[in-house]
C-alpha cells in the first residue's frame, strides 16, 4: 500500500500547494473538516492587520486598507467555490446568525404557508434556529417538520414554505442531490436553504446551476479561514428584491454613514450586513481565501474521492474494516469528503489517535471522523495515519485511563 | 497653557498606562471613541493565537487553550467595567445581533405592550433594529415610538413595552442619568436595555446600582478590543430565567455537543451565544480587556472631565470657541468622554487635521468629534492638537482641494 500511496502522491496535481500551508511537524491532519489549518498568507495577513493597519494606520484604515468591502470582498472570493456568479454572496456573523436572517426574510415570501422541513440528523443548530424562530413567531406562523434524511421529498406538498438542508451530513458525510431535490422542491413551490458548512471548498458545489435559493456556510471547515471565521449567505439574484432580512443594522443600510434615522436596506446581498464587520478575522479569512483561485474544484473533489477509497483500503489492508463500521455510504459519489466509524470506544480511539500525531475528530456518541482535505494531505499520510491506527488498535492503547474520560470536543 | 498641561500630566496617576498601547509616532489620537489603539498584550496574543493556538495546536486549541470559554471569560472582564456581578455578561455578535436579540426576548415578557421607544437620534443601527423587528412580528406587536432625546420620561406610560436609550449620546457626547431614567421607566412597568456602544471603558457605568435590565455595548471603542471586535450583551440576574431570545443557534445550548436536536437553553447570560464563537477576534479581545484590572473608573472619570475642561480651554486661549460651535452640554457632568463642534467645513478641517497629525473624526453632516481617552493620551498633547488646529483655521488649510472630497468614514 505504501507504494500505491507513494504513486498517488507523484501524480497529485495539488501536491504543491501544500507548501501553502502551516501544520505541525509530524502530524497527519485529518481534521479540516471541523478546523482547516492555519494557511502562510492568513499568518502574514494577521501580522499586517493587527500590526500596521490596526496599530498604526487606526480609524484611517477603514478607507485607506477598505475594511469597510471586506464582507463583499470575501463574498466574491468565495462565490466561484461554490457555483455563484457574482453579487450573491456575502460574509457575515455566524451560520447560525444567517440562517435565522434568511428563515425569516424567506418565511415571509411564502405568505400561507408555515411549514419548515428540515432532516431529523441535520446539525442541531439548524433545527435550533428554526426552533427559535417558530417560539418568537408563533406556532400558526412557523412549524417544524422534521424528516428522515432519506424520505424527503415524500416531506414536500404546497403546505411546505422551506426546505433547509445541509448539503453534506455532518456525521455520516451523505451528500444530498442538490438538483434533484431543489427541482422537487420548487416544482411545489417551495424555497430551498442549503447549508454548505461540509460542502464548501470540500466538493464542486453549483448553487446557480441547481437554482438554489438560498445558501448559508461556513469558512472555517474547508475554506480555512481561522478558528470562529465569518460565514457566509448566498441570496440568489431573483430573490434580492423580494427578500428582506429583519437584522436591519446599519451596515445594511443603503448609506450607512449618512446616520439616516430610517432604515433604507441597500440592494442585493448586501442587505444582509447588520454590524459593524469582524475586520480582523476577516481580513485574515480574504487571505486565506486568495488560494481558491488556483485550484479547480474537480481536481480536488477527483482527489477527494480518491483519498476516501485509498483509505478504505488501507484499513482492509490492515483488518481494521470489521472493528471500524462504516456508517458513510457505500458509494463514493454519495459522500462528501470525509468518513465516519462507529465504535463503542471512538473517543478514546480518537485521543490516542491524536497522541500518536493523527488528527481526526470524535462525534458523539460512538462517531470516529475523518476529513479529507485535499489541498495539503497526502496519500502516503493517509497510509501512516491507518497503519498508527492499526497500532492503537491492536494492543488496546485506548483502553489507557488517559484516553477514557470525555471531554468537550468540537 | 502648555505648563498647565504639563503640571496636569505629572499629576496624572494614569499616565503609566500609556506604555501599554502601541500608538504611532508624532500622532495624538483623538479618535479612540471609534476604534481604541492596539494594545501591546492584543498584539501578543494576536501572534500566539494564529501561529500557536490555531497553526501548532489546531482543534486541540477549543479544549488547551480553552477557546470554547472566551465569550464568558472576556464578559467577566467586561463586567465589573460596567457595574456588573459575575454571570451576566457575555460576549458575542455584533451590537446590531445582540440588541435583535434583546427586544425580542424582552417584548416577549412584556405582553399585552406593544411600544419601544427610542431617541430621534440615537445612533441608527439602534433604530433599525427596532424597525427590523417590527417588520418581522407586525405592527401589532412591535410599534416604533421616536422621543426627543429632552423629552424621554414624557413618553413613558403603561403602553409603553421597552425603553432603548443609548446612555452617551454618539453625537454630542451627552449623557443621560440612568438611574433616574430607568427608575422612572420601571414606574410604569417598562424594561429598559442600555446601549453602553460610547460609555463602556470611557466612565462608570452602574448597571446593577441603577437595576438596569439588560445592556448591550461594543468593545472597539474605549475597551480597545480591536476593529470589529465581538460586542457583549447584559443580561440583569433577576431576567435570566423568563428572558429567552430568539437567535438559538447551539453554543446556547446546556449541552452543545451531545448534538441534540430539540433545543434546551443553557441557563444564564450563556443563552445569548448563538454560533461558533469567533475566536481570533475574542482571544485578541481577552488580552485587550487585562488592562481593565488595573484601572479605576473613578480615575478614569476625573481624568476625562479634567481633559474636555482643559481642551475647552485651550480652544478659548487660541481664539477658536466661536468658529467652532460646541454642541455637547456646557456641564461636564452631563458628558461622556468626548465632545462635538459644529462647522460647515468640518470634514475638511478633520482631514486636514489628520495629515497634521492629529486623529479626530467627522460626523455628518457638519460635526468634529473628539474624544478623550485617558488610559493613553495626555494633557500635553491636547495642547499640540488645539495649536495644530489653531494653524489649520487660521490658515484655512481645510480649503485645500485633498480635504474637501467626502469620503466614508467611520
Known amino acids: ?27 497527519v491532519y485529518l481534521d479540516g473538516n471541523s478546523l482547516g489549518p ?17 496599530g498604526q494606520d487606526l480609524i484611517t484604515s477603514w478607507n485607506q486598507h477598505a475594511w469597510i468591502d471586506l464582507p463583499q470582498q470575501c463574498g466574491e472570493l468565495i462565490a466561484p467555490v461554490i457555483g455563484a456568479a457574482p453579487g450573491q454572496v456575502i460574509c457575515c456573523d455566524s451560520i447560525s446568525v444567517n440562517l435565522f436572517k434568511v428563515l425569516s426574510g424567506a418565511l415571509k415570501m411564502q405568505q400561507g404557508r408555515q411549514k419548515v422541513v428540515t432532516t431529523k440528523d441535520n446539525f442541531p443548530t439548524d433545527i435550533y434556529v428554526i426552533e427559535g424562530l417558530k417560539q418568537q413567531l408563533g406556532a400558526a406562523s412557523c412549524e417544524l417538520v422534521l424528516s428522515d434524511e432519506s424520505d424527503i421529498e415524500a416531506q414536500l406538498d404546497e403546505s411546505v414554505a422551506m426546505l433547509l438542508l445541509t448539503q453534506v451530513n455532518f456525521r455520516s458525510g451523505r451528500l ?25 471548498g470540500a466538493l464542486p458545489v453549483k448553487l446557480d446551476e441547481c437554482k438554489a435559493d438560498f445558501a448559508v456556510g461556513c469558512t472555517y471547515k474547508y475554506l480555512n479561514g481561522g478558528p470562529g471565521a465569518p460565514a457566509f449567505i448566498y441570496v440568489a439574484h431573483r430573490h434580492q428584491t423580494a427578500f428582506k432580512q429583519p437584522l436591519s443594522g446599519w451596515m445594511g443600510h443603503a448609506a450607512p454613514f449618512s446616520f439616516d434615522s430610517d432604515y433604507a436596506p441597500v440592494q442585493g446581498v448586501k442587505q444582509n450586513l447588520s454590524g459593524t464587520p469582524a475586520v480582523i478575522a476577516m481580513s485574515v479569512l480574504e487571505a486565506a481565501l486568495s488560494i481558491w483561485s488556483q485550484v479547480d474544484m474537480l481536481q480536488v473533489r477527483q482527489k477527494s ?46 485521543q490516542a489517535w491524536i497522541d500518536a500525531g493523527v488528527i481526526a475528530d470524535f462525534r458523539a456518541p460512538d462517531l470516529l471522523r475523518i476529513g479529507f482535505t485535499p ?13 498508527k491506527l492499526k497500532l492503537i488498535i491492536e494492543n488496546k492503547d485506548y483502553l489507557s485511563e488517559a484516553y477514557q474520560s470525555l471531554q468537550t470536543v468540537t
Open 38 to 54: 492555519l494557511p502562510v498568507a492568513a499568518k502574514e495577513r494577521a501580522v499586517e492587520v493587527v500590526n500596521q493597519q490596526w
Open 176 to 200: 444530498l442531490d442538490m438538483q434533484r431535490i431543489t427541482e422537487a422542491a420548487h416544482a411545489r413551490g417551495i424555497l430551498v436553504i442549503w447549508d454548505l458548512a461540509h460542502s464548501a
Open 305 to 350: 474521492l480518491a483519498m476516501g477509497e485509498f483509505f478504505l483500503e488501507c484499513l482492509k489492508a490492515c483488518e481494521l474494516d470489521k472493528e471500524l463500521v462504516c456508517v458513510s455510504p457505500d458509494s463514493a459519489l454519495e459522500r462528501g469528503s470525509q468518513l465516519a466509524f462507529q465504535h463503542e470506544q471512538a473517543y478514546a480511539i480518537c
Open 1 to 27: 500500500m505504501l507504494s500505491t500511496a507513494q504513486t498517488l502522491d507523484k501524480q497529485d496535481s495539488l501536491a504543491g500547494l501544500r507548501q501553502q500551508f502551516l501544520l505541525p511537524q509530524n502530524t
Open 375 to 387: 489541498l495539503y494531505v497526502s496519500f502516503e499520510e493517509l497510509w501512516i495515519a491507518v497503519n
